[in-house]
């Protein structure tokens, strides 16, 4: 008895060293994506928008806060949705089912990428975007660029955080509808 006891310890040991493993793995292939997708993102900010009227660029500035927003809620989506009824649709041979559900275990990673990754990287750049947009605007008003870019600041910060919070809670309450939704997108461009 106590040889079964030992053999489920080392087992409970050994799946919790492949956890710490995988998680590490998984931390350095985050920090290399955010790299490489704040890089992008970046760049088509800093070189695009300041070549733009003020128009498109606040067309631009949308796009992104959007961006943000709608990866946001995707990723509480994720983490508030519910294996069960994906795994009945799947069963039932449902086109996208299979990429719920993969998405729905791997709710963490999809969570941290959808919000930390995209979402907090949109913020960013939005808010580099909103300086430029704030420096077009006093040199067309006159107004002084210390004000008008702490008003920008302030404009982007609060349409970001007030739709974050409308779509958080919409993201809890339709978590399953939106995944689907999520997935079916994927699927156009992943079939596996």
Aim: proline fraction near 1%; glycine fraction near 6%.
């Amino acid at each position: 008895m106590t040889e079964l006891k030992n053999l489920k310890v080392q087992n409970k040991r050994k799946e919790q060293k492949h956890k710490e493993k995988t998680d590490k793995t998984w931390i350095v292939k985050i920090v290399l994506i955010t790299f490489i997708v704040s890089l992008l993102f970046a760049t088509v900010s800093e070189t695009i928008i300041p070549n733009v009227n003020l128009f498109i660029g606040i067309i631009i500035l949308i796009l992104f806060i959007v961006l943000g927003v709608l990866f946001d809620m995707v990723g509480v989506a994720v983490t508030a949705a519910d294996l069960v009824p994906f795994n009945s649709m799947a069963s039932r041979k449902v086109r996208c089912a299979n990429i719920a559900i993969k998405f729905k275990k791997n709710a963490a990673k999809v969570s941290s990428f959808c919000n930390d990754v995209i979402g907090d990287i949109c913020g960013v750049i939005s808010g580099s975007v909103g300086v430029i947009i704030a420096t077009s605007l006093s040199n067309l008003t006159g107004i002084g660029n210390l004000f008008v870019s702490l008003f920008v600041t302030a404009l982007i910060a609060s349409i970001t955080i007030g739709l974050k919070a409308i779509c958080k809670s919409y993201a809890i309450n339709k978590a399953n509808i939106i995944l689907y939704e999520f997935s079916k997108i994927v699927y156009i461009f992943y079939k596996g």
